[in-house]
Structures are given as structure tokens and as C-alpha cells.
T-cell receptor, first 114, second 112 residues
């Protein structure tokens, strides 16, 4: 597709359940980011993939969070044993390699944990 | 000190006003700078890049002061449609490429 695609767009889950969020970046973009944004808050960096390099996981808030990127394209963010504080919009972004390139965001996956 | 700091606002200005937002960053090795705009419940979108010599795009002017590690965005002749949150973004070299740091954003409300 033309833009970054995320699914599901909305997810309501019960506390304690696992969720998977998917991101399909723009074709040809080697860098992929996951951010989290709680209501009324700024963007919180979670994880960054660049090509075949080891991902930068420094933003993952706990070991319940993990992400992978298969074949250098699609990425999945997994949250295990969800908690209410995990409720947020999870934004994926991609960009071409290089310092000055624009990043493009998907529309986000809105997660509500009840 | 946070990597990217912005005044959260909100800035409430009348239509036609000029408004300026400021941003400071902590890493002197930062290489690229951007302003993004985020509308309510929408994803951030690029407003403009910020170049060392300063740059203008219509009513918007961005400036960078590397010595002071300071970035600014000036909006002239504000429109109602300018109401949004403006995010300062700083790009720095990381171990495996370029990391992006976002400020928490400055909220602007333009009123009739």
C-alpha cells in the first residue's frame, strides 16, 4: 500500500489476555519504529528496527512487551498479560535509511484493556 | 534532562496572530530536526524539516541554533485550521541507525 498500515485499528481486550498488533511499513523503508501514546500524553518510544541490525529495545516498558520484524518488513508488537495501564494508541512508523528522511506514521492501533 | 523539551502550552491565540514555539534538545550530536503536527486522535504528520540556515514554508518559519541546541517554529497569520499539537523531533545517530526523539508537544488553539 501507499502508507504505513496497522491492524487492528481498535482492540478491546480483557486484563490478562495477550494481544498482537501488526504493522506493515511502506515498501522499501528499512527502518521501523513503534511508539505508544496514552491519552493526552506525548509519544513514548518503544522499539526501533533498522535493516538486519539488532533492534533497539530500550523503550520497552516491561518484559511483557516484545516485538519482531520478519523478513525486514512486517512487524508485530506483542503485549502479554495486558494491564489497564497498557491502554493507549500504539503507533508504528517507517522511514528510509538516513538521517534526514521523513518518517511516516500509521493511523495507530487503539488498545483498550478492560 | 529530557532529550527533547517543549513548552506544553496550551497556546490560545486569535485568528491572524503570530505565535512561536520553542524546543530544546540535549544531545549535541543530533543531526536532523523536524516539526510534526498532530491533530486530535490522529497520527503525527510532518510539517517541515528544520535546516541550519533556517527555512520557510508559507506562513511557517523554522529555525535552528546548534550552539544553543534550540529549535523554533513561527506561525504567522494563524488560521483556525492551525489548531493542533506541534511536536519537535530530533534525530540522532544510534548504534544501529538513527533514533528519533519526540518532544511531548505544544498545544495550539486558534480562536475566531
Amino acid at each position: 500500500g501507499a502508507g504505513v498500515s496497522q491492524s487492528p485499528s481498535n482492540k478491546v481486550t480483557e486484563k490478562g489476555k495477550d494481544v498482537e498488533l501488526r504493522c506493515d511499513p511502506i515498501s522499501g523503508h528499512t527502518a521501523l519504529y513503534w511508539y505508544r501514546q496514552s491519552l493526552g500524553q506525548g509519544l513514548e518510544f518503544l522499539i526501533y528496527f533498522q535493516g538486519n541490525s539488532a533492534p533497539d529495545k530500550s523503550g520497552l516498558p516491561s518484559d511483557r512487551f516484545s516485538a519482531e520484524r520478519t523478513g525486514g518488513s512486517v512487524s508485530t508488537l506483542t503485549i502479554q498479560r495486558t494491564q489497564q495501564e497498557d491502554s493507549a494508541v500504539y503507533l508504528c512508523a517507517s522511514t528510509k535509511t538516513g538521517a534526514g528522511n521523513t518518517i511516516y506514521f500509521g493511523e495507530g492501533s487503539w488498545l483498550t484493556v478492560v | 534532562r529530557k532529550e527533547v523539551e517543549q513548552d506544553p502550552g496550551p497556546f490560545n491565540v486569535p485568528e491572524g496572530a503570530t505565535v512561536a514555539f520553542n524546543c530544546t534538545y540535549s544531545n549535541s550530536a543530533s543531526q536532523s530536526f523536524f516539526w510534526y503536527r498532530q491533530d486530535c486522535r490522529k497520527e503525527p504528520k510532518l510539517l517541515m524539516s528544520v535546516y541550519s540556515s533556517g527555512n520557510e514554508d508559507g506562513r511557517f518559519t523554522a529555525q535552528l541554533n546548534r550552539a544553543s541546541q534550540y529549535i523554533s517554529l513561527l506561525i504567522r497569520d494563524s488560521k483556525l485550521s492551525d489548531s493542533a499539537t506541534y511536536l519537535c523531533v530530533v534525530n540522532k545517530l544510534a548504534n544501529s541507525g538513527y533514533a528519533l526523539n519526540f518532544g511531548k508537544g505544544t498545544s495550539l488553539l486558534v480562536t475566531p
